[in-house]
């Protein structure tokens, strides 16, 4: 089975919980003349314009896994979560999926950030929320500043399937937005290029105890990179699991092993070595740093 982007960006820390345990692009980003709401020239290429991401009250290790909903880099790449089969042990790593956006198309999110109200100085659309929902944190670069904004992005959840032209300024509005970011290809149109997938240049690790494989004892991979697990990043979670990252050659040798990895792979440092681990793997898209963040410090 197939979920549709636009439901799997409400649900996908509940997933997240459950599991822890190139054409030719049409669309290019244009020049560095920036019109109102795009980064600027002086917009480092690493850095997000924009970041849509979630929090909840849940475990920080079941957190630490949940993707943003939306990236878009300074330098013109729009990162979304693609479609993933409902299946267990699901995949090690997420589906995200990446496409270029015009300038023209960022002004259009500010522009339609501030058609639904959501840009008139107050920050906080979560409506009060609910005990344990999940909160949406979205990062907008507007006029060369960084706005950020909390609401609910289930706040009108028949927006899944049904248009919506919620009252400005309210916490459906917000959520309304948060579900064109996550599936922008019907309202951004020709301002999007070509998807295809997307290639981090680096990866966060939550280094874990050994899982119990599915269908009973299987071969643990052995790691293609000299990384000492026991040892590797900083304690987290009381200490009972290590978070760090992985990047530029260790990541790319990395990359194609993940891939084929699963939730429930074993880890091992060598084909000599008896100790085994899990891992939880957060692909690295822009101005994240997901093991401080999600665990805090840093």
């Not at 820390?13 to 002086?42: D, L, Q």
């Not at 290809?185 to 990866?203: M, R, S």
């Not at 874990?208 to 987290?236: I, M």
């Not at 957060?282 to 840093?298: N, S, Y």
Request: contains cysteine; negative net charge.
């Amino acid at each position: 089975m197939r979920m549709p982007l636009r439901l799997l960006s409400i649900i996908t820390v509940t997933a997240a919980i459950g599991a822890c345990g190139t054409g030719a692009p049409s669309a290019e980003p244009t020049s560095p003349a920036a019109p109102s709401g795009s980064p600027g020239p002086s917009a480092a290429p690493s850095a997000a314009w924009l970041r849509a991401s979630t929090t909840q009250a849940i475990p920080p290790v079941n957190a630490f896994a949940v993707p943003d909903t939306a990236d878009i880099t300074a330098d013109g790449r729009y990162v979304t979560v693609g479609p993933v089969d409902a299946m267990y042990p699901g995949p090690l790593l997420p589906n995200l999926r990446e496409r270029p956006i015009t300038d023209a198309g960022r002004q259009r999110i500010v522009d339609e950030a501030r058609r639904l109200g959501l840009l008139g100085g107050e920050t906080d659309f979560t409506g009060g929320g609910r005990p344990g929902g999940i909160t949406g944190h979205l990062a907008l670069t507007v006029d060369g500043s960084r706005v950020t904004l909390i609401g609910d992005p289930t706040a009108q959840m028949q927006c899944i399937t049904t248009p919506c032209d919620p009252p400005a300024g309210t916490p459906a509005a917000f959520a309304d937005l948060w579900a064109k970011l996550a599936e922008p290809t019907d309202w951004l149109g020709a301002d999007l290029g070509a998807e295809v997938a997307f290639v981090p240049n680096a990866y966060a690790l939550l280094v874990r105890p050994a899982p119990v494989p599915e269908g009973g004892p299987s071969t643990p991979v052995v790691l293609p990179v000299a990384l000492d697990l026991s040892t590797f990043g900083v304690p987290v979670a009381g200490g009972t699991y290590r978070c760090g990252t992985v990047e530029g050659a260790d990541a790319a040798t990395l990359r194609p092993v993940f891939e084929a990895a699963n939730q429930t792979t074993q880890w091992i440092q060598g084909p000599a070595m008896s100790a085994t681990f899990g891992l939880t793997v957060r692909p690295i898209v822009a101005d994240e740093d997901p093991c401080a963040e999600t665990f805090g410090g840093g």
